[in-house]
């Protein structure tokens, strides 16, 4: 490859045949998913109401690979193998002797990595008979990407989205509206756990935490329904690996191996997709990169969170995980990127981290939309505001290399672009954005609140 060679291109035939499961290979195992009213590990029944076998057992898989359906690679290849750039302009832009690569996720049908779990959760959803679909959304790329995934399969997707957000974004619910979705603003009167809400605070802008308890609702009470997430759990973290392999043949493609990989955390699973395979060569021993997940100062869950067992969802009607959490009940303030508002983090990252083998840093959004902007001008793509965190830490890594002379290759996850989202970029060129820092007495009030388990530990 030449030294202007800026774009690592795969063949169709090159979409890997099976996606890599990195618990397969940690040193020590993750804690067990616990029933709320035993406090016992869960089994596959406990969860049958919510979530596909497939998708429950791949929940709890121990085997390396899990092998792709290949009616899941034929919808992959609309898009995928997605491309891996050279990003030469940015780094003249930054003067910087660092090799910055990133992986694009934004080409998809709905402009971000959901979609790699969308179509495999779509498809284990059709074959086990189901006729409908329940789920939530912030800035709503997860309800777009399932509304889009959900109509190749003839499913019906309802669509709980954050109100805030419903009213904010009103193209994001056109998106899903035109892939034949029904979108609701929550909290809504639908659900016992919407009305419980509304009741207490009538002009409640939701959060995602209490759309997860309507949508888990709803598909609780049909027999014909699941509910799908787009984050957090296992089996979602699982089906975004396809991203990290990637990237492992197209880094070899460019003759290069990464120092550092960085992605953004909102429940880690474009930053866990990209980074597993790597977390993988690392146990083996094969390379040893830094690993590091970014996330919102202003929903610091692995940074300042507690690594501890909590509910998933508002209402507690989730089972507890133990994962790095703010405690169910926290409401993080207002800040731009939607997608990284959620309190609790995956288990798999939460754990990783716990090991040692990944690491976390926070960033304050002005910094992250200045470093947007940097991107968007040096290499034409306007990153995701969820994205634009990833963009900092790698500039942030890029300027460090040139203050130590040095170089290193730094690959980065753009996990979406922000064409949906462009009323933050105007915001933040207006100087409407603020830096909002947790507010420490509300997380000590939502941590006391963390159910009794992680007392007992
Ligand atoms: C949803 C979203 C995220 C955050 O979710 P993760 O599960 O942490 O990846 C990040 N970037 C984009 C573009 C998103 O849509």
């Known amino acids: 490859m030449g030294d202007d060679t800026v774009k690592y291109l795969l063949p169709e035939n ?20 616990l029933h709320p009213g035993t406090g016992r590990p869960v089994g596959p029944d406990d ?70 779990t969308a179509v495999a959760q ?16 912030g800035a709503g790329q997860w ?17 709980y989205m954050v109100k805030v957000s419903y009213v904010q974004k009103p193209y994001r619910r056109a998106l899903m509206e035109t892939y034949g979705a029904r979108c609701v603003p929550s909290p809504s009167t639908e659900t016992a756990a919407g009305r419980a809400i509304l009741e207490a605070d009538p002009d409640s802008n939701g959060a995602l935490g209490i759309a997860i308890s309507e949508a888990v609702e709803m598909a609780a009470q049909r027999d014909d329904t699941r509910y799908s997430l787009g984050s957090v759990l296992n089996h979602v973290l699982l089906h975004q690996t396809v991203t990290g392999l990637e990237a492992l043949e197209q880094m070899d493609m460019a003759g290069d191996q990464p120092d550092v990989v960085i992605g953004c955390a909102g429940g ?29 100062a202003a929903c610091p869950t692995l940074t300042r969170g507690r690594f501890a067992y909590d509910f998933g969802d508002t209402a507690h009607l989730t089972p507890l995980v133990k994962m ?8 993080p303030p207002g800040f731009h990127a939607g997608g990284l508002r959620y309190h609790g983090m995956g288990p798999i990252v939460s754990h990783l981290l716990h090991l040692g083998l990944i690491e976390a840093v926070s960033h304050h959004q002005l910094g992250c939309f200045e470093a947007g ?23 942030d890594e890029a300027l460090r290399c040139k203050a130590e002379g040095r170089s290193r290759a730094i690959l980065f996850n753009l996990s979406g672009h922000g064409h949906f989202d462009m009323q933050a970029y105007t915001d933040f ?6 830096d909002r820092d947790y507010d420490q007495t509300a997380l000590d009030r939502s941590l006391a609140a963390l159910p009794d388990v992680a007392a007992a530990e």
């Open 14 to 33: 090159r979409i890997p045949r099976a996606w890599y499961n990195v618990m397969a290979d940690l040193p020590e195992p993750m804690a067990p998913v």
């Open 47 to 116: 969860l049958a109401p919510l979530f596909p076998m497939a998708c429950i057992a791949q929940e709890m898989a121990t085997e390396r690979e899990i092998e792709i359906p290949e009616p899941v690679r034929e919808i992959y290849k609309q898009w995928r193998p997605s491309p891996l750039y050279r990003a030469r302009r940015l780094e003249k832009a930054l003067d910087t002797p660092a090799r910055i690569y990133y992986k694009y996720e934004g080409v998809s049908p709905s402009g971000s990595h959901k979609p790699n």
């Open 122 to 137: 779509a498809f284990y959803n059709k074959e086990e008979g189901v006729k409908r679909l329940t789920t939530e959304t």
């Open 143 to 159: 309800g777009s990407s399932l509304a889009f995934a959900g109509h190749i399969f003839g499913l019906e997707v309802d669509v």
């Open 268 to 296: 880690g699973s474009n930053f866990a997709g990209l980074a597993s395979p790597f977390v993988g060569r690392k146990i083996a021993g094969q390379m040893s990169p830094r690993i590091v997940a970014v996330e919102p």
């Open 324 to 331: 790095h959490t703010l405690g169910a009940s926290f409401m």
């Open 373 to 395: 902007v940097l991107f968007a001008r040096a290499e034409g793509i306007v990153p995701a505001p969820e994205s634009t965190h990833a963009v900092k830490e790698t500039v």
């Open 429 to 434: 060129f207006d100087g409407r954005l603020q």
